[in-house]
């Protein structure tokens, strides 16, 4: 399985980003997939997941109402838009395909065996 992030950048607070992670071997609509995130000396912690026809999502407490997940499985891609940005959203994102089949989102990153490379979100003040 490859996963391939983008669209990060450098963007002021109040602004937005919207991240694509593009997958490829393994059937995309089948699988759930979440966006996580990584500061120096934290543990990666989960952002935002959605399960595989789209139709359920989840957010971390921290992004919701600023950060919408979404997928489109013709294309094997996910999305992570971002509004309203904070400082504390200064990360490396990574997103990431579940070990195994099923409709439950979960937030514990041992349960994703697929990992794209990260790409880096920084907001200026």
């Known amino acids: 399985v490859q996963l391939q992030a983008s669209g990060g950048g450098l963007v002021q607070a109040g602004g937005s980003l919207r991240l694509s992670c ?17 500061t120096p000396g934290k543990d990666r912690e989960f952002v935002s997941g959605v399960n595989p026809d789209g139709t359920t999502t989840n957010h971390a407490d921290s992004v919701k109402g600023r950060f919408t997940i979404s997928r489109d499985n013709a294309k094997n891609t996910m999305y992570l838009q971002m509004n309203n940005l904070k400082l504390e959203d200064t990360a490396v994102y990574y997103c990431a395909m579940r070990r195994s089949t099923g409709n439950a989102i979960t937030t514990l990153t041992s349960y ?6 990260g790409t880096q979100v920084t907001v200026s003040s």
Not at 27 to 36: E, Q, T
Not at 112 to 117: I, K, L, N, R, V
């Open 22 to 38: 593009v997958a490829s071997g393994r059937p995309f609509g089948r699988y759930v997939m979440a966006w996580f995130r990584e």
């Open 112 to 117: 994703y065996d697929s990992w794209g490379q």
